[in-house]
């Protein structure tokens, strides 16, 4: 069992940015992947970004080259700078960790935190 805690959303002004965090319980050292999701009134959620336990990531195209994910081992803690914010980008934002445990894949949400790109 994880749990996480994101926190970090707010209310920004487009162009603005945000630094998001999620906060884990335990070690994420080996967990398999983490990842950000956002899910926006009337649409369903969807992957922002994601990074694995080696350090890979991968983002939404409607990001790339503006959010960037990371995680800190150490901490138990993974970020994602969001710049050049857009209205478009308003949602609420969830963490999410995945691992396998004994050939059993586990699945863990934080309860979200809310950013909003208005002017």
């Known amino acids: 069992q994880v749990q996480l805690v994101e926190s970090g959303g707010g209310l920004v002004q487009p162009g603005g940015s945000l630094r998001l965090s999620c906060a884990a319980s335990r070690s994420i050292f080996s967990i398999n992947a983490m990842g950000w999701y956002r899910q926006a009134p009337g649409k369903e959620r969807e992957l922002v970004a994601a990074i694995t336990r080696g350090g890979s990531t991968n983002y939404a195209d409607s990001v790339k080259g503006r959010f960037t994910i990371s995680r800190e081992n150490a901490k138990n803690t993974v970020y994602l700078q969001l710049n050049s914010l857009k209205p478009e980008d308003t949602a609420v934002y969830y963490c999410?960790?995945?691992?396998?445990?004994?050939?059993?894949?586990?699945?863990?949400w934080g309860q979200g935190t809310q950013v909003t790109v208005s002017s």
């Open positions: 999410n960790a995945a691992e396998v445990v004994r050939g059993t894949y586990l699945d863990y």
